[in-house]
């Protein structure tokens, strides 16, 4: 029997755990999903949101069908048995939509119904496969909430945020390949709506013990202190955590799921990821004026400072320097 979750027993041996990456499109909750999943005891399920999406034809992250891989088979054997699949459609409709914003707030029959068959999902993965930590990506706040204060694990929510401009310039270059129409003021708001929710919201609710947020920046260009304070925060051994993700990079074990347009069975920490969030002078404007200006409660600033100077092109070095 696993233990009610506020107990406020920390990383109790026998208790399984979830960390929960919470975050708006594109903040780059895969990437640490895929890190996270390869400490020791841990196991990353993608996005559990969307779990009964997922097809035996698709191929797994080891590059088998998932019909043909022995571990995805033994957990979706497991999670059918339970009868999780067709109550979890129900409960889990538009699984990645905020649709359900008050759960953050309010507890209802649906937000109990929610976390009752995630947990299924929980056990039939951790029975499968032993591990003691399952990574959930679903990145949804008001999943977070559900699991938060519903679930009988202990949920602790990792909130990843990432530069509003690297978000808007990735929702551009997917409209541009999707041909439908960029609305800036619409990307933004979705973003600071998000963000504002899982952190001013969600995490005063949950507190110190069950809230972290960590900056997508600090991720890529300090991965040491970064990864060290969230797996001490998540219960996580991070020996070698760190060396595997910034030098060979590390490969999502078996986890099968939609084909996406990046592939992340095999991902590194590269620092040269931050220069394409690099925007000139005007578009900083621009942001900051929009709404931007919100994100200096995460530590943004206009100039985008975070960004090695060095590499500020001439004539768009920030006023004043
Ligand atoms: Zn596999």
């Keep these: 029997m696993i233990g009610t979750k506020d107990d406020g027993s920390a990383a109790a041996p026998g208790r399984p755990r979830v960390v929960y990456i919470a975050g708006a499109r594109n903040c780059g909750s895969t990437l640490l999903d895929a890190i996270l999943g390869n400490a020791p005891g841990a196991r990353s399920l993608g ?21 043909d891989c022995a571990p995805c088979v033994a957990v979706l054997g497991a999670i059918d048995r339970v009868g999780a699949a067709a109550e979890f459609t129900k409960v889990s409709r538009l699984p990645l939509k905020e649709r359900r914003a008050h759960w953050t707030l ?15 999902v929980f056990d039939s993965v951790a029975r499968t496969t032993g591990s003691r930590v399952l ?12 699991l938060a204060f519903d679930s009988r694990y202990d949920v602790r929510v990792v909130h990843v945020v990432r530069d509003g401009r690297g978000y808007l310039r990735s929702r551009r270059t997917r409209a541009a390949a999707d041909g439908t129409r960029h609305i800036p003021v619409a990307a933004m708001s979705g973003w600071l709506t998000k963000n504002l929710l899982i952190g001013s919201v969600l995490g005063p609710r949950l507190g110190k013990r069950r809230y972290l947020i960590c900056r997508y920046e600090d991720l890529i260009s300090d991965p040491r202190s970064t990864l060290d304070r969230i797996c001490a925060f998540a219960g996580l051994d991070a020996t070698g955590l760190v060396e595997a993700a910034t030098e060979q990079g590390v490969r999502r074990s078996h986890l099968y799921e939609p084909a996406r347009r990046v592939d992340y069975r095999h991902v590194r920490l590269d620092p040269a990821r931050l220069q394409s969030q690099r925007e000139s002078r005007g578009r900083n404007l621009a942001f900051w004026l929009l709404g931007g200006f919100v994100s200096a409660r995460w530590g943004y600033d206009r100039r985008q400072s975070y960004l090695p100077t060095a590499f500020v092109p001439v004539g768009d070095r920030p006023l004043g320097s």
Excluded: H, M
């Design 106 to 120: 309010i507890g209802t029959r649906a937000r109990r119904r929610y976390a009752e068959v995630a947990d299924l």
């Design 135 to 146: 990574i959930d990506s679903s990145k949804n706040a008001s999943r977070a909430a559900a």
């Design 47 to 67: 996005e559990v949101a969307g779990v009964f999406r997922y097809r035996s034809y698709l191929a797994c992250a080891c590059r088998e069908p998932a019909a």
